[in-house]
Structure formats: structure tokens, C-alpha cells
């Protein structure tokens, strides 16, 4: 009995063991980011120049670079996420290294110049490794004299960094807000959970007076990727207001009030009271009244045609009155003729 009671206890001890092993792998394992699939056709950029300052310094560099690595992995996914094609210019500097990653205290590694998704992330995998100090005060300065060297317009600072050993970069925030005014905000996103580091990230967003501060924790999805690269970089694509509709035609003028207007009146002018056709020319009418000799009185045929004449044409003869059913004339030359009227 005792040798399967052994036996069982060694199993216990190896599964322990094992798990043990495997949550302190998982614990190693740098954070990973999902990219933002934010439509192109829905934002514009609201920045002219956008810079992302890395911290590539020592304490980045601890447990195997996790927190580098995760670092590299949140800045490619914000690169991942911006909208093909977006008018931005974009920087990347670095700043700590390590000697076999740069002499120099802050570098910068891409751009300044118009965003390249594929420029920007070639830029990012050429830093390697993470040592050194944490000189951010240096790197903040740097950055302001690459933002104001092309053309300056709204500007955005994105720091990523875990927030130690860098006590005097609010005050080189504040110095650079005094420079560029208005035209500069700060954007700080802390790597790991150190209460200090996130103060003073803190600070550093609010010297900058219109930015703000987040944690890597909070962009980990591709709903807070989306807020955050919406917040920083984007605005709604103005739409142009539809045209005006044009105003009314002018209705047609009938210049001589004959019924017909100017624009189908082929005959101007024409005098008051006068029948006119659809082109509006006068109407001629002939109408012939036939009379017995030395008679006023019409010859009964022709009594109901007479009648359906306009009046005004017979009117329109010297001396012709219609009364009733007898036509008669001050005129005697006008009593066995064809009258002609128009």
C-alpha cells in the first residue's frame, strides 16, 4: 500500500510543479495588442504631425525585456490601426538603449515624415534591446525641435514608457507647452502597474493641458485600441454641405398680354384685343354677308353663320353694327361687299 500512496504523491508533486512552471511562463510573456479596424472612409486626421516617444531604457529592459517587448507590440498595433492612407506626419524615438542598440541617449529612429505604415513599423523592429538611463526629459526636448522644424500644425507627443527614474520630464513638458502652446498635447500610456510611475506619467498629460493618461491594460482589446487612436489621431471626415438647390426659373412674360408668352411669341407687339393663335400672330377671319338687293335684312341661310363670326371683326368694319339679326351700315359701299377683317 505504501509504494502506490508514494507514487501517487510524486504525481501531485511533478502536476504542481508543472503548473507552477507554466503560470510563471504566462506571467513572461510580454502583453499583446489587437490591432483597431477603424474605416478609413469615416475619419480624417485632426494632427499634422504625431510623434511616439518608446522608452528603450533599463528598467524596460528586466525579465527578458517583457515589458520592451510589450511596449513594441502596443506602438505596432497603434501603427496597425491608423486608417491607410491618413495625412499625418509620424516620428518614433527612442531614448535609454542599451550599447548594442545606440550611443546615444534618445534617437530618432523614423521620420519625421509622412506616415508610412510599413516605414513607421521598420523603424520600430530596428530597436532591439533595452539599457541605460531613462533620460525622457532629453527625448521631450528632441521631439519638440523635430515637430516645429517642418510644418507646424496640431501636434500629439504619444509616451510609452513604465514611468521610472524620470522625475524631471513634466517640467521639460511644460517648457515644451510653453513653446508650442496650444499646438502641442501629451499622451502618456504606462507599461506595467508601478503606483510612482503612473503619477508621474500623469503629470507629464496634464503639463501638456489637453492629452490625458492611460495604461497599456486599457488598450488591450480592439474596442480601447479603437477608443484610443480615435481620441489621439482622428475626427469625423467633414462632409461637404449638399449645393443649394438653384433657384426657380422666372415665370415667362407675356409682354403684349396677348396669352402667349415671350418665349413662344412669334409675333411682338401685337395690339390690344386682338385674337391671336398659338404663336401668337393674329387670327384672320373672312367673313362675306350677302344681302337681297336694296336690303338690310341678311338672307335667312346664312342668318346662323353670320351670328357665329366674332363680333369685333364685324365691329371692325367703318359703320357695321350686329343687332339681333340685321346688320346695318352708316356706309353704303360696305352693303354688297365681302368684309375682311383681322
Known sequence: MKKPVLGMLVLMLSSALLASCAGRQDM??????????????????????????????MTMGLHNQKDLLAAKNLVSSINRSLPSGLAVNSGLRTFGHSDKQSSKTTELVYGMAKHSQSGFQAG??????????????????????????????????IIVSDGLQMDAAPAAMEALKGKMGADIC??????????????????????????????????SSQAGMASFVEKVFLTQKR???????????????????????????????????????ENGCAVKYTLRIEFDFDKADRRRQLQQRALQAPGRCIGGLPGAKLRGEKLSFTSARFRRRAAYCQ
Open 28 to 57: 513572461m510573456q510580454p502583453m499583446s495588442f489587437t490591432p483597431a479596424a477603424i474605416p478609413g472612409g469615416q475619419y480624417e486626421s485632426k494632427l499634422t504631425n504625431a510623434q511616439v516617444i518608446l522608452d528603450a531604457s
Open 186 to 219: 501629451a499622451y502618456t500610456v504606462q507599461i506595467g502597474d508601478d503606483a510612482a510611475g503612473r503619477a508621474l506619467l500623469e503629470k507629464i498629460a496634464q503639463a501638456g493641458q489637453c492629452g490625458f493618461a492611460t495604461n497599456a491594460n486599457a488598450l
Open 239 to 277: 462632409v461637404a454641405a449638399p449645393a443649394p438647390a438653384p433657384a426657380p426659373a422666372p415665370a415667362p412674360r407675356d409682354s403684349d398680354g396677348d396669352g402667349v408668352t415671350d418665349d413662344r411669341d412669334k409675333c411682338p407687339n401685337t395690339i390690344p384685343g386682338v385674337v391671336v393663335d
Open 124 to 157: 520600430l523592429d530596428s530597436v532591439k534591446s533595452a539599457g541605460g538611463t531613462s533620460p525622457l526629459p532629453q527625448a521631450i526636448e528632441a521631439a519638440g525641435s523635430d515637430l516645429m522644424k517642418g510644418d507646424i500644425g496640431k501636434s500629439a507627443i
